[in-house]
C-alpha cells in the first residue's frame, strides 16, 4: 500500500473518531442562539468526512471490501445519532441525521466532481 494512501486513512480513522467524540461528549462552546447552527456543523462535518474518506479508499482493488466500507460509513451518522441518545449531553433528533447524511451525500458528490476534474 502506498504511503500517501496509509496517510489518508489515517486521517480519516483520525477525523472520525474525533467527530464520534465531539457527538457523545460534553460540548466545548455553547450553542448560540441560531437556532440551526449544530445542523450547519453536522451537514459540514460530514461533507469534510465524505472527501477524507474517498481519498483513504478510492481505488480500493477489493471492491466487495470498499463497498462494505461505504455502507458502513453511511451508517455512522445514524448509529452515532442513535448512541446520542444515550447520552446526558445529546438528544436524539432525526434533522440531525438528515443533516449529517446530507453532507454526506452531498460530500461524495464534491469528491465525484473535484476526482474527475483533476484526473
Given at each position: ?24 461528549s ?8 441560531f ?6 456543523i ?43 441518545s444515550?447520552?446526558?449531553?445529546h438528544?436524539?433528533s ?8 446530507g ?17
Open positions: 500500500m502506498k504511503i500517501e494512501k496509509i496517510i489518508w486513512r489515517v486521517i480519516f480513522i483520525i477525523y472520525i473518531t474525533l467527530i464520534f467524540y465531539l457527538s457523545l460534553k460540548p466545548i462552546i455553547p450553542y448560540s442562539t437556532k440551526y447552527e449544530d445542523k450547519i453536522h451537514f459540514i462535518a460530514y461533507f469534510i468526512s465524505s472527501d477524507l474518506f474517498f481519498m483513504a479508499f478510492k481505488n480500493t482493488k477489493r471492491k466487495i471490501l470498499f463497498n462494505i466500507s461505504i455502507i458502513l460509513y453511511i451508517s455512522f451518522p445514524i448509529i452515532t445519532e442513535y448512541i446520542q444515550l447520552s446526558k449531553y438528544i436524539f432525526y434533522y440531525d441525521m438528515i443533516a449529517s447524511l453532507g454526506l451525500f452531498f460530500g461524495m458528490i464534491f469528491f465525484l466532481i473535484k476526482n474527475k476534474a483533476f484526473k
